[in-house]
Structures are given as structure tokens and as C-alpha cells.
Nanobody, 128 residues
Framework: QVQLVDSGGGLVQAGGSLRLSCAAA????????MGWFRQAPGKEREFVAG????????NYADSVKGRFIISRDNAKNAVYLQMNSLKPEDTAVYYC?????????????????????WGQGTQVTVSS
């Protein structure tokens, strides 16, 4: 069982930066691959970034490549999303997610339906 708490959202002007955090309450956090997803008003939830258990492998949606960076600190049971050069179209509720991956050290996942646990979401609003 993993409890995830997302934080760090807010209101920022276009071109600005935000850093989202996801704190995980789990004794086995390092056995979970992690991901960030987002859902804009009237749209389906979409993949933003994924990171493997070790943090060695990452992947990004094309829309955020070069602007967002996902990272994790297994000692602190946390995953982060550094968002730079924000655009109004990045406005959404952002969710972190965890997938139990005891046998896949280097895998990240983009499919929403295979994640096991979700945070409550944090709102990011980018003004133009």
C-alpha cells in the first residue's frame, strides 16, 4: 500500500517555473516506478513523465520534452517534477502515480491504467 500526497502547484505567469513534489508513505518506495500525469478541464488525463525505480531511466510526453524534468529521491520517498518555461496550455491538475515494479528496475510507464496508486492532484495554472 502506498499513499501519495502531491504538492507544489499554484498560479504562475507564462515562462515561469514550478516544482511539484509527491511524498510517498511507503516502506518499499524504491520498488515503485513513478509517473506524473495531468488533466486539463474538459480533457482526458494524459501522461507527462515517467521514471524508473532507480531514477536512471526517464521519459517525457513530447509536449513537455526539454521543459520538464522528473526526478526522485528514494531516501526521502519522494518524486519531483521541475516545470520550466511554462505555457498556458500546461494548465491542469497534476497527479503523481506509483506502479509496483519489483522485477523491473529500469522501466518507466506511460499507460495510465497500469498504475496502482494515485495522489490527490495539485492544480497548476499558467496565465498568459
Amino acid at each position: 500500500q502506498v499513499q501519495l500526497v502531491d504538492s507544489g502547484g499554484g498560479l504562475v505567469q507564462a515562462g515561469g517555473s514550478l516544482r511539484l513534489s509527491c511524498a510517498a508513505a511507503s516502506r518499499t518506495f524504491r520498488e515503485y516506478a513513478m509517473g506524473w500525469f495531468r488533466q486539463a478541464p474538459g480533457k482526458e488525463r494524459e501522461f507527462v513523465a515517467g521514471i524508473s525505480r532507480s531514477g536512471e531511466n526517464t521519459n517525457y510526453a513530447d509536449s513537455v520534452k526539454g521543459r520538464f524534468i522528473i526526478s526522485r529521491d528514494n531516501a526521502k520517498n519522494a518524486v519531483y517534477l521541475q516545470m520550466n518555461s511554462l505555457k498556458p496550455e500546461d494548465t491542469a491538475v497534476y497527479y503523481c502515480a506509483a506502479r509496483f515494479s519489483p522485477l523491473s528496475v529500469g522501466s518507466w510507464y506511460a499507460r495510465e491504467d497500469i498504475y496502482d496508486y494515485w495522489g490527490q492532484g495539485t492544480q497548476v495554472t499558467v496565465s498568459s
